[in-house]
Structures are given as C-alpha cells and as structure tokens.
T-cell receptor
Framework: RKEVEQDPGPFNVPEGATVAFNCTYSNSASQSFFWYRQDCRKEPKLLMSVYSSGNEDGRFTAQLNRASQYISLLIRDSKLSDSATYLCVVNVFNDYKLSFGAGTTVTVRA | DVKVTQSSRYLVKRTGEKVFLECVQD?????MFWYRQDPGLGLRLIYFSYDVKMKEKGDIPEGYSVSREKKERFSLILESASTNQTSMYLC?????????????FGPGTRLLVL
C-alpha cells in the first residue's frame, strides 16, 4: 500500500465553482499534514498545513479525519489561477522525511 | 525569501556518463533533500542530508550518491547514467528545527538520458 494516495483527477470545473478532493495516508500515527501546490512545469510550493481542527486560508479549507485517515482540500469560488496540481504531503513516520502523493490535477475553465 | 537554485534546468546525457546535479540554498537551512518526480508516481526521496557531511538514504537511492561538503550546497551524482534515470530532479531544503517544517524547492532539473 502506498503511504499517501490521491485521486489523480483531473477535476475540470467552471470559474466560481467549489471543488473538493481527498487523500488517504497509511500510518495512523502520522502527525503532520500539508497541501502543496505545483503549477505546470514549476516546483511544488506549500499551500497550507492541515491542523487537527481543520483550517481555512481564504478560499481554501483543509480538513483532517484521523479516524478514516484522510485529509481533504476544498476550494471555494474557483479562479482560473487555481488551475494546478495539488500534492497531499504527510510526515508519515514523524521524522524529517515527507511522503508525497502523486497529486490531484484541477483545471478551472472560464 | 528562501531561494533554492539548481545548476541546470535541462540536461541531456548519454548512457554511462557521470552526471552531477548541484543545489544551493541561501537561507542557512540544516536539511537538504533530493527527489525525483515521475508522472503518476509523485515525488520520491532519493537522499537527504541533515548536516554537513551527513547523508541518509531515502526510498530510491540505488544508482545515486550525494555529497554535502558545505552547508549551503548539496550535490546529487549519477555514477553511470541509465535511461531509467530520465526524470525531473527536485532539490529542497528545510530549516531543521522540527518535523513539521516547510520544504522549499528549487526549480528542478529535467534530465534526459539517451
């Protein structure tokens, strides 16, 4: 079983729509969770950390469900500039290494 | 702003050549990492370093070695390049104070081995 698994998508949504997707992780003892964003042919950049109580950053909301071992990302009022691949990242074994999902591609169309 | 730079954006090499990929960070970070990224597989950790001259194997170290002689510089070496090492190589660094840290990535090197 992969340490971090994501639905690759693509999710094709119109501007203004809400889009949400999940990722699952293998180790129930994992403590740190993140969403990174990667634009086409660019490097990944941190979008947001995911906290136990859930957290929001503008139009982006991240949730953690420990019981079912998944994290989610919701994007409200999608913009064309939100088109990217979103990488689910977990510190699976609580050390210095991060495990990356293969990414979920989101395309926002006009 | 953290800056991570990589020596080349694109590289074409022949099978059997020795290949050096260099990464430099300017924020005095303790940790540095080398990943490769392939479609459908995500980022996979090759090696990382938590201090000068210290290194640890990641998930896919075979066919690679690394060198960290100075804190700001982390080199990835392909001793004898093979076609299955064609990939995007990403370097990253993090501060080194804990396990919940942001990793900052360089722009990547697209390596093609013919």
């Amino acid at each position: 079983r992969k340490e971090v698994e994501q639905d690759p998508g693509p999710f094709n949504v119109p501007e203004g729509a809400t889009v949400a997707f999940n990722c699952t992780y293998s180790n129930s003892a994992s403590q740190s969770f993140f969403w990174y964003r990667q634009d086409c042919r660019k490097e990944p950049k941190l979008l947001m950390s995911v906290y136990s109580s859930g957290n929001e950053d503008g139009r982006f909301t991240a949730q953690l469900n420990r019981a079912s071992q998944y994290i989610s990302l919701l994007i409200r009022d999608s913009k064309l500039s939100d088109s990217a691949t979103y990488l689910c990242v977990v510190n699976v074994f609580n050390d210095y290494k991060l495990s990356f999902g293969a990414g979920t591609t989101v395309t926002v169309r006009a | 702003d953290v800056k991570v730079t990589q020596s080349s954006r694109y590289l074409v090499k022949r099978t059997g050549e020795k290949v050096f990929l260099e990464c430099v960070q300017d924020m005095d970070h303790e940790n540095m990492f080398w990943y490769r990224q392939d479609p459908g597989l995500g980022l996979r950790l090759i090696y990382f370093s938590y201090d000068v001259k210290m290194k640890e194997k990641g998930d896919i170290p075979e066919g690679y070695s690394v060198s960290r002689e100075k804190k700001e510089r982390f080199s990835l070496i392909l001793e004898s390049a093979s076609t299955n090492q064609t990939s995007m190589y990403l370097c990253a660094s993090s501060l080194g104070q804990g396990t919940s840290e942001t990793q900052y990535f360089g722009p990547g090197t697209r390596l093609l081995v013919l």
